[in-house]
């Protein structure tokens, strides 16, 4: 099973920007569509982003296009959330998330499509 480790999180001013890495270990990094959640206070988790298994294809929330890019580096095991323009609308613990794919431009934006989850890392953004 593979596993997930998000750093990058913290504390913020609105406009500023973040950037989340989330590093995979114990699988095939490259046989995984990977993706971004998070949860806001007194929120449900909710879809952020998603990246297909070679690169090619992105999704996004429409609350965070053009202001959010995921990218990842399967030489690194790694998946990025670059975000920028932070507002405080976005304050949330943040998972990464890894889903089985057997096609390399398949991407998911529901929950149920991953198998394994990161811990979470917090971004908190301040007005």
């Known amino acids: 099973q593979v596993q997930l480790i998000e750093s990058g999180g913290g504390l913020v001013q609105a406009g500023g920007s973040l950037r989340l890495s989330c590093v995979a270990s114990?699988?095939?990094?490259?046989?995984?569509?990977m993706g971004w959640f998070r949860r806001g206070p007194g929120k449900e988790r909710g879809f952020v982003a998603a990246?297909?298994?070679?690169?090619?294809?992105?999704k996004y929330v429409d609350s965070v296009k053009g202001r959010f890019t995921v990218s990842r580096d399967n030489a690194k095991n790694a998946v990025y959330l670059q975000m920028n323009s932070l507002e405080p609308e976005d304050t949330a613990v943040y998972y990464c998330?890894?889903?089985?794919?057997?096609?390399?431009?398949?991407?998911?934006?529901?929950?149920?499509?991953?198998?394994?989850w990161g811990q979470g890392t917090q971004v908190t953004v301040s007005s």
């Open positions: 114990g699988g095939i990094f490259s046989s995984y569509a």
């Open positions: 990246i297909s298994r070679s690169g090619s294809r992105t």
């Open positions: 998330a890894a889903g089985d794919a057997y096609r390399v431009d398949t991407y998911y934006y529901t929950d149920d499509e991953y198998h394994s």
